[in-house]
Every structure is written in C-alpha cells, then in structure tokens.
C-alpha cells in the first residue's frame, strides 16, 4: 500500500517541480534589468554599453556587419557600418590606458586554447605582484550577470558561450560560423576559395583610416564587458579560431601585440577535410605574406608542436617579445618590464612533457585498423587523433591532394621545423613523452600519417617583429648548458621572401581545378 501511494506521489511532486521552475525563471526574466552601463570592477562612465539581446545568436546588439559572398567565393563584399553604432572614442580611452591587447589567432584545433592558458599563466608569473593579476581574458561569457543568477536557467542558455572566444562576443564582423554559411551558399569549393573564411575580417575593412579606428573603438567596447578588469590589469587576451590579423591590426586603438599558432595541417585537420594542407597554405600565406612585408607592428608566431616539446624555451622567448614590444610602445608595468628572463639554464632547458586532456583523449582506434604506434600512449598530446589519420589516408589515395601533400612535405613544411616519429621510432616516443629524449634534427618528415613535431633548433619563437630582442636574448643563454642548435638565421625573424614564394607558387599551381572526390565545402 506505502509503496503504491509513493508511485501516485511521484509524477504529482514532478509536475509541481517543473510548474514552479518555470514560474521562478519567468520571474527572474522579468526582473533582470538591462546591464547597459555595467563593467565589473569599471567604472560606469568609462563605458557605454549596448543591451542584452534575448538569443545566444549575438552577444551585443544589432548587427554592424553585412556579407555577400558570390562566384563560389571568388567575390567577397563584407560592409561594416560603424556610424549605426554608439560613439565610444570619449570614455573608453580612460578604459584602456596603458594597457596591451594580446590577441592569439589559430585555426580550429590549433592549439589556441592551450596557448591563451600559457599566456595567462606565463604574464601573470613575469609582470604581476603576488597580490595583483595583470591578465585579462575573456574566458566568461556571463561576466556581465554573474550578479544576477548562477544556476543553468534560461538565461545562462541564452549567453553562454562555451568557447570562450571574441568572435561569439561582439556584432562588428562575421563570425567563423556565418562565414562558411555564406561561401556554402556560394557553393565554394575548398580548392577554390573557400580557405578565405580563414582571413575572412580583413575584407571588411574600410578605406577609410578613422572609420577603421572607429570599429575597433566599438569592438572594444563591446569586449571589455567580458574582462575581469582590476586596477592593475595591464594585459586584455582574447582568441579565435581564425587569422584575422589585417583587420585586428588596422582597427587597433591600443598597443596591440598578435600571438600566432601554426600546426601541421594533417594531424589537427582543422576543417575535417582531405584536403586541409590546401587550406592550411591558402590561410597562413595571407598572414606569413602580412608579417613579411611589415603591415603588422608587433607579433609572433609560434608552432603547436614546440610549444609542447620545447615550452619553457618558447614561452621565455614570447616573454622577451612581450617586453621589447612594451618599451617600443611606451607601456608600463608594475614590474620591471626589462628584468632578466628568471628561468635558470636547468629549468629552460627541462621540457614540460604533459598530457593534454583539452578535448579528450585521441589516438588511433586499433579495431578499425589504425594502429600506427603499438607504443606510444593513445592520449599522447603529438598522435593524431583517428579521424585526422583517416582524413590523411583519404588524401594520399587522391591524386592531386597527394601531389600537394608531396610538394609540402618536401618544399615548405621543413621551413617550419617538421620532423616525423614514425611505427619504428615507437620506443623513441615513450622516451620523449616521459622526458628522457628530444628528436634528432635529422629526423625525416614523412608524406604518410605519422606522429609530427619539431626539430630542437626550431623549439623557439619561430618569427617576430622583435628579432633584435630575440638575438641579444639567445646571445645570453649561448653560454649555458642548454647551449641550442643555432638554426636557419630566419628564425625569430619575419617570414623569409623563400617560404612566402613556395607557398605562392603550390597555390597558383594546385588551385586551377579541385582534385577527384572533392567535395563542396
């Protein structure tokens, strides 16, 4: 009898639950007022905000932008209209005084993540006290209502957004998302033009110098209610799974440093295609091309690959970039910006061998016969997951997508540092993973799947606007035991003419038709 009473019980006390949830997050609705004008830990007059939109479709309010994408991407018309928009040049110059912006640009599944972690991580250790944080990120897209609820209600689904980035944080300019939308309906085809959705931002530019200034003005605002800003936040980070460097550079209204990560295209296949070297070199041939001819001020550019087998030597040099930029630009720190690097010769020289858990783990599924490594651990932070393997398969059966990967592999991937850890180098993998081993320079880079990373000399800061701060800091640590393989001279230096030409030419050469199978994007 209890027990039957309990059962009629239980579906009543549900529906009471649910009735009074719904009830309770109406009234919540109701009652949340309007965040314009609210910055945390900033002053209400420094910024002028916009209204919450009701959907998680925009962070801000209306849509600046306007894209048009015809002729299978061969046309592009992307328009921003920042004179709809609210003035922000006044106030939110007292906002942003002497501080840097740092944005960090990557395709998906790059290493952008674990980058603007390292970031946080490394600033926060050179420039802060103990007491203060000088790091800045947009790593809570509920900022502007923590005060107002926690639990997962309507609201939280409404303004969440889980990655973190800047692109789902603004309504300046398309985001990655609305742009493979528009070159869809182009029907662009990936060895068309599609990789432009890479770069896509930088066709919306002006010509028109202060209007520029003007939607970088209105970007800001509209980020800086994502920051956590304290008085003594010197540094503003955010990332995309993009390279709009043009456009962030031309629209900057502070010091503006840009972090670029590149990752061999096969083993993270950031667009989950066959033919992402294709891709890979349409998009980092826009933005080595920028940094060659000296449109960007101040920026590096590090490899995924070295910043995990050589990160204390990369994350030392990206600190010297950091502060060689700061006394060019005149910014200051609590800190000494010009201290001597405080990694002695044992700790640079120790590798941070870790596994990366980001986005679980990867690995190659032996039952569905990829079992290219017996002995390396199937989560190991270099073995490419089983889907980039068989995409990378899929490649090298179709005749041109291997004709490129060829050319790659023999013409420009060396350039960046690749070396392979092939089914007979297994044991050398367990080595390097627990420490006791770093690769041979001489080591082959292969055109079959394989485990990827870096040769030791390219473990570093791999191009920089800051090549002189760089040398004098090389010059330094020569002398002690961790005494590095000197390397190609370019390295810490822009981009060589060399690279820009090679990829230009594998481009012209492999863009006149897609290859068998292609499909559209």
């Excluded at 031309?250 to 992402?276: A, E």
């Excluded at 810490?492 to 060399?498: A, K, M, V």
Aim: aromatic fraction near 8%; charged fraction near 20%; hydrophobic fraction near 35%.
């Amino acid at each position: 009898m209890v027990a039957a009473r309990r059962k009629l019980l239980l579906p009543i006390l549900l529906v009471l639950s649910i009735s009074s949830c719904i009830i309770w997050t109406a009234q919540i609705q109701e009652a949340v007022p309007s965040p314009v004008g609210r910055v945390e830990a900033v002053s209400s007059e420094a910024v002028t905000l916009h209204s919450q939109p009701s959907t998680r479709s925009s962070s801000n309010s209306s849509q600046y932008w306007s894209l048009a994408v015809s002729e299978r991407g061969q046309n592009v018309d992307c328009k921003i209209a920042p004179q709809q928009a609210t003035p922000y040049a006044d106030n939110l110059a007292r906002y942003v005084d002497n501080k840097i912006m740092i944005h960090i640009h990557g395709l998906h599944h790059s290493g952008t993540g674990y980058l603007r972690k390292t970031l946080i991580d490394s600033l926060n250790h050179e420039f802060s006290s103990l007491e203060e944080q000088e790091v800045a990120c947009m790593q809570d897209s509920l900022l502007p209502y923590r005060h107002l609820y926690q639990n997962k209600t309507k609201l939280y689904r409404n303004h969440y957004k889980g990655e973190d980035e800047g692109q789902h944080l603004q309504t300046i300019y398309p985001s990655f998302q609305r742009r493979v939308g528009s070159f869809k309906e182009a029907k662009s085809e990936f060895f068309g033009q599609f990789p432009k959705t890479a770069y896509l931002a930088d066709y919306c530019l002006s010509n028109d110098a202060t209007e520029n200034k003007r939607i970088g003005n209105i970007l800001l605002g509209q980020w800086s209610r994502y920051w956590n800003v304290t008085s003594s936040t010197k540094f503003l980070l955010q990332k995309n799974p993009t390279i709009d460097v043009q456009f962030l550079e031309s629209t900057k209204i502070l010091p503006t440093l840009h972090i670029i990560i590149v990752r061999h295209p096969m083993t993270s296949n950031s667009w989950l295609v066959p033919n992402m070297g294709y891709g890979w070199a349409m998009a980092y041939h826009h933005v080595l091309k920028l940094l060659n001819e000296g449109k960007v001020e101040w920026y590096a550019l590090v490899s995924y690959e070295a910043l995990l087998e050589y990160r204390d030597v990369v994350v030392e040099e990206l600190m010297e970039v950091v502060r060689s930029g700061m006394k060019r630009f005149g910014v200051t720190s609590s800190i000494a910006t010009q201290q001597e690097p405080n990694m002695n010769a044992k700790n640079a020289e120790r590798h941070f061998r870790r596994q990366l858990h980001l986005h679980g783990a990867s690995g190659i599924n032996p039952k569905k016969g990829g079992n290219l490594w017996l002995a390396a651990p199937s989560n190991s932070y270099l073995t490419p997951p089983q889907k980039s393997v068989e995409r990378w398969r899929t490649c090298l059966a179709q005749s041109r997508c291997r004709q490129i990967l060829d050319s790659q592999t023999t013409d420009i991937f060396p350039l960046f540092g690749y070396v392979s850890i092939q089914k007979s180098n297994a044991s050398l993998v367990n080595r390097i993973n627990a420490g006791n081993d770093t690769i041979s320079k001489n080591a082959p880079l292969a055109v079959d799947p394989s485990i990827v990373t870096v040769a030791k000399e390219y473990g570093r800061v791999l191009f920089s606007s800051e090549s002189d701060a760089l040398k004098l800091l090389r010059k330094r640590n020569c002398s002690s035991e961790r005494d590095r393989a000197e390397g190609p001279e370019y390295i810490g230096q822009s981009p060589p003419t060399d690279l820009i030409v090679k990829m230009a030419e594998l481009l012209e050469k492999f863009a006149a038709k897609p290859p068998e199978g292609t499909p559209v994007a």
